[in-house]
């Protein structure tokens, strides 16, 4: 392999194709159960590759070296190999800044919900906090994950900004959302990480209710450009 994304389920990736119009090199998806992680990165058998998700990480103890934004945010995307040694970046940070500034969405001194607790929450919490929110949370399924589980997120009626990063309304799993915008009358943004379909059940809801609501799309391209 020499160029390619890793992940546990990729058959809804758009990288192939991504990457196919960026430059001329080779770019695979590779698929790798949970239990064959820490081979295939002690394997180092690889010149360069993006990271998605359960792995951003995973990947991070086999790393010779972490940019400080990935070791900052504590998540790694991008992962290349000099010499046989593993150097670690992010370039998610910089291609969600790109999507909600081309969106138009406002995070300046605004409450900001993240809904999941993954290593793409904590670069939506980096991004949001960069962008100038005064309050963030992230929601977790479980009491402990996240600074609020969903039942008590509901209750934060005042909320301005919802960042989804959690698979809800991915292709194979499209029929769900996290949590329902309509229950937040103050929202002025939604940005959902899932770019496949391109318009989410979590988009579809926000933008009937009148709320600008983007994907993950211009994300997805723009950190693959980084």
Do not use: W
């Not at 064959?36 to 993006?50: E, V």
């Not at 919802?162 to 499209?174: R, V």
Request: aromatic share 8%; glycine share 10%; net charge neutral.
């Amino acid at each position: 392999m020499q160029y390619g994304c890793i992940g546990e389920h990729l058959k809804h990736s758009f990288s192939t194709e991504i990457h196919k119009a960026l430059g001329d090199y080779p770019f695979e998806l590779k698929e790798i159960p949970r239990d064959n992680i820490d081979a295939f990165m002690q394997a180092r058998a690889f010149n360069a590759i993006t990271v998605t998700i359960p792995y951003k990480q995973a990947v991070i103890p086999h790393l010779y070296y972490i940019h400080d934004t990935a070791k900052e945010i504590g998540a790694v995307n991008t992962v290349v190999n000099k010499d046989g040694k593993l150097y670690g970046y992010n370039t998610d940070f910089g291609g969600m800044v790109a999507l909600i500034e081309r969106a138009g969405i406002s995070l300046a001194d605004k409450k900001v919900l993240i809904l999941g607790t993954g290593g793409t929450c904590r670069t939506a919490k980096a991004v949001a906090k960069h962008l100038g929110a005064a309050a963030i949370y992230t929601v977790g399924r479980h009491a402990g994950k996240g600074d609020l589980t969903y039942s008590q997120a509901v209750t934060h009626a005042d909320t301005d900004i919802l960042i989804n990063t959690t698979p809800c309304g991915m292709f194979g799993n499209a029929a769900g959302m996290a949590i329902d915008p309509a229950l937040f009358p103050n929202l002025s943004g939604v940005v959902d990480v899932v770019y496949n379909p391109l318009r989410t059940p979590l988009v579809l809801a926000a933008r009937r209710c009148g709320i600008p609501a983007v994907c993950g799309l211009y994300m997805l391209v723009m950190q693959a450009v980084l």
